[in-house]
C-alpha cells in the first residue's frame, strides 16, 4: 500500500511540470538558427538523424527528474498493516438428537433433523474466536468432534450425521449431557456452554439428566435446552414395500419439564422451536447472548521509499547532463 506522509506536496506537479513544458515548447518555436544560409533546398529531401528525431529527450529527462524529485518531497511510504487481537473465546458443545423421532416432517420441506442441522450450520458460520464441538446421540451419545476452531472440518461433519449415526431407538439425554461435560471439564475458557436440542424425552442411558446438569454446574458449564417440534399429532415417514413412503400421525413427545430443570440448574435457558422460523431465532438469540468480547488494536508499519526516488531522479539529471554535452550538444 503506497503513501505520502505529505501529500499536498504533489500540487507542485500540477503547477511545475506544465510550466516546464510550456517553457520548452516556447523556447523551441522562437528559437534562431546559429548558422544561415541563403539557399537551404538541397537539404529538403534528407531524412533526419536519430539527434532530430530524439531531440526532446534531453528536456523530458529534465521534467522527469524534476517530477520525481517532488515525488520524493512527498515522501512516499510503504505501509504494512497488522492487528492484534486479544480475547477469551467461548467453549460451546453442540447436542443433538438423532433419534428415530427426528424424523418427523412438521418442519416440511424438510424433517427435524435436516432444518436443525442448517440451523446449527448457520450458528458455527457466525463464530470467529471460540472453539466448538459436537455430540450426536440416540440411545448412546458419540462426540463426533472435539472442541476445535477448524469451522469448514465442523461444518462438514455436521452434514455428514444421519440416522445411521447412532443407534436410533430411544433417548439419551442425561448421556449427551455427560458427555459434552466431559469434554469442557478441562477447558480453560472464560465461558463454557453446551446447546442441547431433542425433540423427545430421556428414555435410556444409565445417567439422569438432572444429576448430569447439576454436574454441569458444578464445573461452572451453562447449558442451553431447545426442544424442537410442533405439539400434538405431526407427520410421521413410513416406507411401505409395496406403496412407497407413507405418513401416520403420531404424538409428539417432548419432555419440557425435564429440559426446564436442566437449564435452570445449569444456569441457562429452554427454547421451544414449534418451525424452522423459531429454531432459527432461538439459535440467533443464544448467539447474541454468548458472544466473545474481543480487543484488537491496529498497528501499521511505513518502509520509506523517497529514497528510491531521488535515487532515480539523480540518475535522470546524470543522464540528461551528459546527453546534452555529447550526442545533443549544441552549437551556441
Not at 500540487?11 to 506544465?18: D, M
Not at 431447545?226 to 407427520?235: A, N, S, T
Amino acid at each position: 500500500m503506497l503513501t505520502f506522509k505529505y501529500p499536498y506536496v504533489l500540487a507542485l506537479l500540477i503547477a511545475v511540470v506544465p510550466a516546464m513544458v510550456f517553457w520548452h515548447i516556447k523556447i523551441e518555436k522562437n528559437k534562431k538558427g546559429s548558422l544561415r544560409y541563403s539557399d537551404t533546398s538541397f537539404v529538403k529531401g534528407i531524412i533526419g538523424s536519430y539527434r532530430i528525431l530524439f531531440r526532446h529527450t534531453v528536456p523530458i529527462l529534465r521534467i522527469l527528474s524534476v517530477a520525481l524529485v517532488i515525488f520524493a518531497l512527498a515522501r512516499p511510504q510503504s505501509g504494512r498493516s497488522f492487528e492484534e487481537v486479544t480475547t477469551q473465546g467461548i467453549d460451546i458443545m453442540l447436542i443433538m438428537d438423532v433419534s428415530a423421532s427426528m424424523r418427523a416432517e412438521d418442519f416440511k420441506p424438510k424433517n427435524r433433523l435436516g432444518i436443525s442441522k442448517e440451523v446449527i450450520e448457520q450458528f458455527i458460520r457466525g463464530r470467529t474466536h471460540d472453539r466448538l464441538g459436537l455430540v450426536a446421540f440416540a440411545a448412546e451419545a458419540f462426540t463426533l468432534c472435539p472442541l476445535t476452531t477448524d469451522y469448514d472440518m465442523l461444518v462438514n461433519i455436521l452434514r455428514g450425521i444421519d440416522f445411521n449415526t447412532v443407534d436410533e431407538n430411544r433417548t439419551a439425554i442425561g448421556t449427551a449431557l455427560a458427555t459434552a461435560t466431559n469434554r469442557l471439564r478441562d477447558s480453560k475458557a472464560k465461558s463454557k456452554i453446551i446447546i442441547l436440542l431433542t425433540d423427545g424425552s430421556n428414555n435410556a442411558g444409565e445417567i439422569d439428566p438432572v444429576t448430569a446438569a447439576k454436574a454441569a454446574a458444578a464445573l461452572g458449564i451453562k447449558a442451553y435446552t431447545i426442544g424442537v417440534g410442533k405439539e400434538g399429532q405431526v407427520p410421521y415417514p413410513v416406507d411401505h414395500p409395496f406403496f412407497g413412503r407413507q405418513y401416520q400421525m403420531v404424538e409428539s413427545d417432548i419432555d419440557e419439564e425435564t429440559l426446564k430443570i436442566i437449564a435452570a440448574e445449569a444456569g441457562g435457558k429452554f427454547f421451544r422451536a414449534q418451525n424452522a422460523k423459531a429454531l432459527r431465532e432461538i439459535y440467533d438469540l443464544i448467539d447474541k447472548m454468548e458472544k466473545t468480547e474481543v480487543k484488537s488494536q491496529r498497528y501499521t508499519t511505513y518502509t520509506e521509499l523517497f529514497t528510491w526516488f531521488l535515487l532515480i531522479a539523480c540518475a535522470l539529471l546524470a543522464a540528461e547532463i551528459a546527453l546534452a554535452n555529447t550526442l545533443f550538444r549544441r552549437i551556441p
